[in-house]
Every structure is written in C-alpha cells, then in structure tokens.
C-alpha cells in the first residue's frame, strides 16, 4: 500500500527564517510525486510535479527536490503571506488517485 | 474563469437527509475525483471517475452515490445522511491518472 508521510507536522518560522519541509514515500513505482499548497478554506492549489530523483522546481521563494525515498520543499527567506499547509501527494500505482500525506502547517510570524 | 466549480460552498443539513453536491471542470480533463478532508485536514479519495466510468470506489458507504452525467461533471450523491458526514467535499480533476489534480474550492457539510 502506497503511504506518504510529511514531517513536522507543524512549523512556525520568523519572517526571513529559511527551513524545509520533509515528504518520505512508498510505492512501487514512483510516477511522479506533487505537492500542494492549502489555505484555509479554500481547495488544493497545485505548485510542482516532480517525476525522477535529482528533479528540482522553484517558484519564487519555494523549491521541491526529489530523491529515490523523499521530497524536500525548501522555503527560502518565508515571509507571512507563505503560512498555509503544503500537502505532498503521489498516485496510486495503476488506479485513478493521489495518496496525499497529513501535510505540514507553516505559519510565518512577522 | 474558475477550473474546477463545485456547489454549494456550505450546506446544512439535518440527520436522514439526501443532499447533492455539483461540480463541474472546464479543463477538459478526461478523469475527475471526490476527496473528503476530515477535521484533522486529512484527504482521502472517495471516487475516481475516467471517462464517465467509475474507476476506483474506496470503502465507502454505498449512501454515497457518483453520478457524471457527462465528462464534464462529477456530482456527489449522499442518501440518509449522518453525523459522521460532516467534513469538507472536494471535487478534482486531472489530464489522467499520472498528472496533477486541480481541486474545487471545497463544500462543508455539516449534518446536525
């Protein structure tokens, strides 16, 4: 069974402070892993899809890495506006859905 | 334009009620999904549906009934509903099955 599993569970940054955010995965057969982005009230919105170890993708002050077991969401200099839950998500192997992690609750304080 | 709309945003409902929630995609994606978030903010898939056709069904109650009348559209049928529907609904939709999901902005139901 795929399982996904995102550490810490919770972060609380000062303005400015960079940290990562940590996605350790199983599968049999990575097909891609995707990370999400959720404030609250609102759905999902997506941010990367990363398919091979070694893949990075940036988006101003956020960067996902892979590797062959986690993903890494790097948030360089964070500022208040970035405080959300970031979700890291892969599908199923051979069946129509994303296995999402409990996600990480970041709040960036001024 | 908004890419994935589902209605209603909230809905209130007492115990033993049927209720429908809509959602509709303007991606012209191939697959669509429902996800329930519970009140620890954990997303599990409910339904998948590819092509107008079910594709997967988790262990879910059977009260809880898709129906896509075309590949646009994903409704969520829930029949003699319970306390323990309460949770926030999230309609999806992807290209296929290896791409990334966009999701709806979310239906609170709470039942009373």
């Known amino acids: 069974e795929d399982q996904v599993t995102q550490s810490p569970e919770a972060l609380r940054l000062q303005e400015g402070e960079s940290s990562s955010l940590n996605c350790s995965y199983t599968?049999?057969?990575?097909?891609?892993l995707f990370w999400y982005r959720q404030d609250p009230g609102k759905g999902p919105e997506f941010l990367f899809t990363?398919?091979?170890a070694g893949e990075e993708k940036e988006k101003e002050r956020l960067k996902a890495t892979l590797t062959k077991k986690e993903s890494f969401l790097h948030i360089t200099a964070p500022k208040p506006e970035d405080s959300a839950t970031y979700l890291c998500?892969?599908?199923?192997?051979?069946?129509?859905?994303?296995?999402f992690g409990k996600g990480t609750k970041l709040s960036v304080i001024p | 334009d908004t890419a994935v709309s589902q209605t209603p945003k909230y809905l209130v409902t007492q115990m033993g009620n049927d209720k429908s929630i809509k959602c509709e995609q303007n991606?012209?994606?191939?697959?669509m999904y429902w996800y329930k978030q519970d009140s620890k903010k954990f997303l599990k898939i409910m339904f998948s549906?590819?092509?107008?056709?079910?594709?997967i069904n988790e262990t879910v109650p059977n009260r809880f009934s898709p129906k896509s009348p075309d590949k646009a559209h994903l409704n969520l049928h829930i029949n003699s509903l319970e306390l323990g529907d309460s949770a926030v609904y999230f309609c999806?939709?992807?290209?296929?099955?290896?791409?990334?999901?966009?999701f709806g902005q979310g239906t609170r139901l709470t039942v009373v």
């Open positions: 999806a939709s992807s290209l296929d099955s290896y791409t990334e999901a966009f």
């Open positions: 599968v049999s057969g990575l097909r891609g």
């Open positions: 990363l398919y091979s």
């Open positions: 998500a892969v599908p199923g192997a051979g069946s129509y859905q994303l296995t």
């Open positions: 991606l012209g994606h191939d697959t």
């Open positions: 549906y590819n092509n107008k056709e079910l594709i």
